[in-house]
């Protein structure tokens, strides 16, 4: 399965098309799509298995459009750590809606750690 399945498999491509919608889209270990609005930052780092995120809100943003984030794994067996760090500045808000899409599973193990 290739990536562009997947985002439609989630139902993201809807989301990743419109440019006034923040999304980051990984896959294993890989950013495959990000966009960013004014005021969003996110940065990533690859991991050997997995990736390290900072996602940064400045002060005195509201991001009316909800923020989509999507993991996933295309192969049969891996292992997808992440890790994620969110600061949302002062008078800041944003929703988001985040999901995992394992569509071909044997061996996977996902495991996320966020700190808020």
């Given at each position: 399965?290739?990536?562009?399945?997947?985002?439609?498999?989630?139902?993201?491509?809807?989301?990743?098309?419109?440019?006034?919608?923040?999304?980051?889209?990984?896959?294993l270990?890989?950013?495959?799509s990000?966009?960013?609005?004014?005021g969003?930052?996110?940065?990533?780092?690859?991991?050997?298995?997995?990736?390290?995120?900072?996602?940064?809100?400045?002060?005195?943003?509201?991001?009316?459009?909800?923020?989509?984030?999507?993991?996933?794994?295309?192969?049969?067996?891996?292992?997808?750590?992440?890790?994620?760090?969110?600061?949302?500045?002062?008078?800041?808000?944003?929703?988001?809606?985040?999901?995992?899409?394992?569509?071909?599973?044997?061996?996977?193990?996902?495991?996320?750690?966020?700190?808020?």
């Open positions: 399965m290739d990536v562009e399945n997947l985002i439609k498999l989630a139902k993201e491509d809807e989301a990743l098309a419109d440019k006034d919608t923040a999304h980051l889209t990984i896959n270990n890989k950013v495959v990000k966009n960013l609005v004014p969003l930052h996110i940065d990533t780092r690859e991991l050997k298995d997995g990736v390290d995120i900072k996602l940064r809100l400045d002060d005195d943003v509201v991001i009316e459009k909800k923020v989509h984030m999507c993991f996933g794994v295309t192969h049969e067996k891996a292992l997808q750590r992440i890790k994620m760090d969110i600061e949302i500045g002062r008078n800041s808000s944003m929703s988001v809606s985040s999901h995992c899409i394992f569509p071909k599973a044997i061996n996977v193990k996902h495991i996320m750690d966020a700190k808020i």
